[in-house]
């Protein structure tokens, strides 16, 4: 009968939807469930698993009269695991100028590849070569308006005909201020008190670059975000001079 048709294809759809609504809840509770299993197995992961790449640090530059001395550590950590024990934490800007670079990688290796095109883009237009103030404001500008997005610590060193040696100092936030020598990373903490009984104006080259020696073996001796080899750059009027002390060449002092 045709009353008894429309009924049975009421019932049918009636049936359907329960049929589509109890799979939505079972699908529903599936997912729950493997949202709780995911995150009880984040929980139970190591903490290095989730975290980003950050150069936990010592950098210092110290400025000579006729050049700077750079020099950084090289561990990069992921929480309290060593990601990699060899990073080169020391970037070139240009032929003159290099930068020290501390907190997260990632940020840090962006912020270098925009200023190295930016001052390159600004040596060809004016065609000359470009100034160490001039890359240090570059840095500034980017890490004062991403200051809330970046997480850098920027040092940056070099010489120019104009000025000669310079070390300007970028922290976190964007603030830039020119010194005759700068310290940053995790590491910093542990030597300000050495850097300010042992630094003396008119430092000559081979004394500049013992005493970044010294401070960096110092940091890494006491701070667990820090260590691996100790890179050195000398820059001057002739050019880059670039070293790396490994093993017994690296300083050691009391660590009782």
């Not at 949202?35 to 530059?61: D, N, Q």
């Not at 004062?144 to 010489?159: N, T």
């Not at 120019?160 to 910093?188: A, N």
Request: proline letters at 2%.
């Amino acid at each position: 009968q045709p009353g008894e048709v429309s009924q049975a294809t009421g019932n049918s759809k009636n049936f359907l939807i329960l049929i589509f609504f109890s799979r939505r809840k079972r699908q529903y509770k599936s997912f729950c469930c493997l949202r709780y299993l995911s995150a009880i197995r984040m929980e139970a992961l190591p903490e290095w698993t989730s975290k980003a790449h950050a150069l936990g640090t010592s950098i210092m530059a110290v400025q000579f009269d006729g050049g700077v001395v750079l020099g950084a550590d090289s561990r990069t950590s992921t929480g309290s695991y060593v990601a990699n024990r060899v990073t080169d934490k020391i970037g070139e800007v240009s032929k003159h100028i290099y930068c020290c670079r501390s907190g997260s990688a990632a940020d840090t290796q962006a912020i270098l590849g925009i200023v190295k095109y930016e001052l390159e883009m600004l040596e060809t237009e004016l065609g000359q070569p470009g100034e160490v103030s001039q890359a240090a404001h570059m840095f500034r500008k980017l890490c004062f308006d991403y200051r809330e997005q970046l997480s850098a610590g920027i040092i940056v060193a070099g010489w120019d005909k104009r000025r000669g040696g310079q070390v300007y100092c970028i922290p976190l936030g964007g603030m830039l201020v020119r010194q005759p020598f700068s310290i940053g990373g995790s590491g910093s903490t542990y030597i300000y008190g050495y850097c300010d009984a042992e630094y003396k104006d008119g430092m000559n080259r081979q004394e500049c670059e013992q005493f970044v020696t010294n401070a960096l073996s110092l940091a890494m001796s006491r701070d667990g975000s820090s260590g691996g080899v100790i890179r050195l750059c000398t820059i001057d009027e002739s050019g880059v001079a670039r070293r790396t002390l490994i093993g017994d060449e690296i300083p050691r002092f009391y660590e009782g």
